[in-house]
């Protein structure tokens, strides 16, 4: 890859695609919504009014933050496939890294999802629904995050697989999105927790 140009690199990246720009739109917009919504579901709410109870709420908020994944994944997938190939992601060490990556960040999504459950995935703790103790067990003993780790890194596996320098892109973009939503998501969790803990001295 000696001499290779950031010019030459663009020339790989077709800007004017359809699939590309909506791809990276619903990676912008999915977290965003969950965000706002969650935060509206803590005030007001909504969702569990609308569905009768908090689980419920929680459970129809998990089915569209999920529904929403796979708008965003099959958009992605699309984006791919009318992007140019690069060449030079065909090499076996990069197809090998993509199976590394494959198999370790779906090893963090399902090990974080079975350790948090469905109400620990999908905000529970915006409806009241909260963890007794702080998770950390494999693999939340390896690193905070391992939902939006793993996530980023099958996006760059499914990239260097279709050997698509766009589908490097667009992970960037999926990395930058989710290490701000992280921010949000932290301080407000750490404030849910804090109001509770206040609320639960009050009773005792």
């Given at each position: 890859?000696?001499g290779?140009?950031l010019?030459y690199?663009?020339?790989?990246?077709?800007?004017?695609?359809t699939y590309f720009?909506l791809a990276i739109?619903?990676?912008?917009?999915?977290?965003?919504?969950?965000?706002i919504?969650a935060r509206?579901?803590?005030?007001?709410k909504f969702l569990?009014?609308?569905m009768?109870?908090?689980?419920a709420?929680?459970?129809?908020?998990?089915f569209l933050?999920?529904s929403?994944g796979?708008?965003?994944?099959y958009?992605?997938?699309q984006?791919l496939m009318y992007?140019?190939?690069f060449e030079?992601?065909g090499r076996?060490?990069?197809?090998?890294l993509?199976y590394?990556?494959?198999?370790?960040g779906s090893?963090?999504v399902?090990?974080?999802?079975m350790?948090?459950g469905i109400?620990?995935?999908?905000?529970?703790?915006?409806?009241?629904?909260?963890?007794?103790?702080?998770?950390t067990?494999?693999?939340f003993?390896?690193?905070?995050?391992?939902?939006?780790?793993?996530?980023?890194m099958?996006?760059l596996a499914?990239a260097?697989?279709?050997?698509?320098?766009?589908?490097?892109?667009?992970t960037?973009v999926v990395?930058?999105?989710y290490?701000i939503?992280?921010i949000?998501?932290?301080?407000?969790?750490?404030?849910i927790?804090?109001?509770?803990n206040?609320n639960?001295?009050k009773t005792k």
């Open positions: 890859m000696e290779i140009t010019d690199l663009s020339s790989f990246i077709d800007f004017s695609e720009w739109g619903c990676i912008i917009f999915n977290p965003l919504w969950w965000n919504q509206y579901e803590y005030n007001h569990t009014r609308l009768g109870g908090q689980y709420g929680c459970y129809l908020m998990a933050i999920f929403l796979i708008l965003r994944d958009l992605f997938a984006a992007q140019p190939i030079e992601f076996e060490e990069i197809q090998y993509a590394a990556l494959y198999a370790i090893v963090l399902l090990s974080a999802y350790r948090l109400t620990g995935t999908y905000l529970g703790d915006y409806f009241g629904i909260l963890m007794s103790a702080r998770v067990g494999f693999p003993n390896v690193m905070n995050n391992p939902m939006y780790n793993g996530s980023t099958l996006f499914h260097l697989s279709e050997k698509s320098l766009a589908g490097v892109f667009i960037i990395y930058v999105v290490q939503a992280l949000f998501e932290g301080s407000f969790t750490d404030f927790y804090c109001e509770a206040k639960n001295k």
